[in-house]
């Protein structure tokens, strides 16, 4: 069951992204910290719900929590040089490792082409860390390839 994160699902979704910022942490340490306490976590998390551009869900079997997604859309304003564009930028995607490579990834993905579709947007970006083949691979299954290096 995919739905909308709620105030009372910041506890699952904090440890399911602590096993991706230990991932980030270990393999990039320059750039990530390793995963901070549960509350400081939470306290992080917690307004991003509150985002009226922030698009959050959660992935749920049987009542646990198995995964989680967390978009958001950006604005640009037209300039001299470019457009005004508006597009999503998936900032965090995260499966619990006993349930990946069973359909909850792609779910979530599904869910967030959904909604860029009824928010009309035609372009989401995220990036992905060239040490993380399993997340490449993922990404290029759901039509992402590299548009800027």
Not at 38 to 59: F, V
Not at 79 to 106: D, K
Not at 119 to 128: A, D, G, P
Request: proline fraction near 5%.
């Amino acid at each position: 069951m995919i739905r909308a994160v709620t105030p009372n699902d910041i506890g699952a979704v904090v440890r399911l992204f602590h096993g991706v910022q230990e991932l980030h942490a270990t393999h990039v340490p320059a750039a990530f910290r390793q995963p901070s306490d549960e509350e400081s976590a939470s306290a992080w998390i917690a307004p991003i719900l509150g985002n009226p551009n922030a698009y959050c869900l959660l992935a749920e079997q049987d009542g646990e929590a198995v995964g989680y997604l967390f978009a958001q859309e950006v604005h640009r304003e037209e300039s001299l040089i470019r457009p005004a564009l508006r597009w999503l930028v998936l900032e965090h995607i995260a499966v619990a490792p006993s349930f990946q490579r069973r359909g909850v990834g792609t779910a979530l993905m599904k869910a967030l082409f959904a909604e860029a579709a009824a928010r009309k947007i035609e372009r989401i970006e995220l990036e992905v860390w060239s040490f993380n083949d399993k997340a490449q691979v993922f990404f290029a299954q759901h039509a992402f390839a590299a548009f800027n290096q």
